[in-house]
């Protein structure tokens, strides 16, 4: 289950919010979508381009099948239908990074259309958030605006396969529109075809929000907040927007339609310029591709690819392994890392000991770092070693964390830390209960307290131990000793 998120709703009882979000999900594929330049990101500015990607005269676009390939399998996690037929169109708009001055993309026909996406809601329910289409298209290039007043363009984006998948105005508050967003992300990542990094703009979301009155059957007028770069934002960005458009309906305004932006540093939308309908646009059918025909042939060769996706692996390690639903939540959001911990059960097989250690210590110590699980000095084996460890009483849970640290420092195995630094757990029963004996002697006035029905005196008793033993004795050897003594 997802953590829930604050719903500004709970504040205005008698409104309701249709949040609809448009995602632009930028492929992972080799070349750009019309032409062979190479799909990379972080190069010097105007170093990726080429006549056709910077929209020279007479210049002729061919469609990388790849992106094709991507669509599809996209459609078809997502639950949606497969056009047998589809077409690219001119959509005009005129900015100084799009430099042909219109857009490839689809128009009235998409690729994908009419699917859902699974969604929890704030009471933990299932939702299905439809998916209205899911269509090809290029990306623009990038402006860069300057403290000197001054604006400079790099064309190293456009060209850059995109898919925009348009969900249905299906989202009620700022909960839903997160979990939906988080899904369609993994969704996405577990097929492969993007690197999904919110930060780079690989995974982008624009969000429509309108209000209005309970029981009202029109739809309020809608603003849409472009471009918002993490889950966080994106709930503070819906909350405020909101309640901006609550507020100006309770002083009798009227909520324009606009686009927005979000300011992270003063946590507001702020005006960016009116919104722009359809048919300002101008969409006509591009002349210079050929319309996109899927056969069942196709249709069954993408199906094969697609793997099992965060879903159903999150219906499977409940049901198999006996994972919490929370457990398993944290685990499939991301494909790296659900896979760490089927690699990791795959060596040794207990998978609630093994979760713990992963989503609690191993995440941690990720984030304490802010680096990603790929450079995570902590293998998979190693984790694995480390559970078992454990597991078989050769170390403590005290000791563990200790063998943690090192792990993640040296890159040693476990094992071999745990013999270097002799940090074999003491299971020894006679020495053990001699170290017990001697603290109950010890200390009467505690002994005379726990009997006297203080019961969270025993922890002193176990910690005392503990120490003695140097961190190394067996806690549930010396738990059964001291319960036999203090009975």
């Known amino acids: 289950m997802v953590e829930s998120t604050p ?22 594929t080799n070349t750009k979508i019309f032409c062979s330049c190479p799909n990379i990101f972080g190069i010097a500015p105007n170093h990726n381009i080429c006549p056709i990607c910077a929209g020279y005269p007479g210049t002729l676009p061919m469609l990388n099948k790849k992106v094709i390939e991507y669509a599809v399998m996209a459609g078809l996690a997502t639950n949606c239908r497969i056009s047998p037929t589809s077409e690219f169109s001119r959509k005009h708009y005129y900015y100084p990074d799009l430099p042909k001055n219109y857009q490839i ?3 009235a026909v998409a690729i994908c259309h009419d699917g859902w996406v699974p969604t929890e809601r704030l009471d933990g329910s299932i939702k299905k958030i439809g998916i209205g289409r899911i269509h090809m298209e290029e990306d623009a290039g990038k402006t860069i605006h300057g403290d000197d007043g001054k604006s400079l363009v790099d064309l190293n984006r456009a060209g850059t396969p995109l898919l925009e998948t348009v969900s249905c105005p299906d989202i009620a508050n700022a909960h839903e529109a997160k979990v ?70 309770e002083s009798g305004g009227v909520v324009r339609q606009e ?30 591709l050929p319309a996109v025909v899927i056969d069942d042939a196709f249709l069954d ?12 692996k999150k219906e499977r390690f409940m049901a198999e392994l006996g994972l919490s639903e929370y457990d398993a939540d944290g685990l499939v959001q991301d494909r790296a890392l659900s896979a760490y911990f089927e ?11 093994m979760v713990n250690w992963i989503l609690r210590d191993v995440l941690g110590y990720l984030n304490g770092k802010k680096i990603s699980l790929s ?22 849970t005290k000791v563990a964390q200790e063998v943690f640290a090192e792990m993640a420092a040296t890159g040693k195995s476990p094992a071999a830390i745990v013999k270097e ?25 505690v002994v005379e307290k726990y009997r006297a029905g203080n019961q969270r005196m025993f922890g002193f008793f176990v910690g005392l131990a503990m120490k003695e033993s140097g961190g190394k004795g067996n806690p549930k050897i010396m738990t059964e000793i001291f319960q036999r003594l203090l009975a």
């Open 7 to 28: 719903n500004i709703l709970d504040l205005f009882p008698a409104y309701e919010a249709t949040i609809g979000i448009e995602v632009h999900v930028q492929l992972k």
């Open 105 to 107: 993309t689809q128009g």
């Open 180 to 249: 939906y967003l988080m899904n369609l992300r993994s969704i996405m990542q577990y097929l492969g075809i993007s690197d999904v990094n919110m930060e780079e703009g690989s995974f982008r979301a624009d969000i429509n929000i309108s209000v209005k009155k309970k029981g009202v059957v029109k739809l309020g007028t809608r603003a849409e907040v472009k471009n918002v770069n993490s889950f966080k934002f994106i709930v503070q960005a819906i909350n405020y927007e909101i309640e901006r458009q609550i507020d100006i309906l």
């Open 259 to 288: 686009t927005r932006l979000w300011n992270e540093k003063d946590q507001k939308t702020m005006f960016m310029r009116s919104k722009t309908d359809a048919d300002d646009y101008r969409y006509f059918t591009e002349p210079d």
């Open 301 to 312: 060769r993408v199906r094969a690819l697609i793997p099992e996706l965060p879903f159903a």
């Open 343 to 353: 690699d990791a059960c795959a060596i040794y097989n207990k998978p609630k000991l």
């Open 375 to 396: 450079e995570s000095p902590i293998t998979a084996d190693m984790i694995a070693g480390l559970v078992q460890l454990i597991d078989t009483d050769v170390i403590n």
């Open 421 to 445: 630094k002799g940090l074999e757990q003491v299971s020894d029963t006679g020495a053990l209960e001699a170290i017990c004996q001697k603290i109950v002697e010890s200390n009467p006035d």
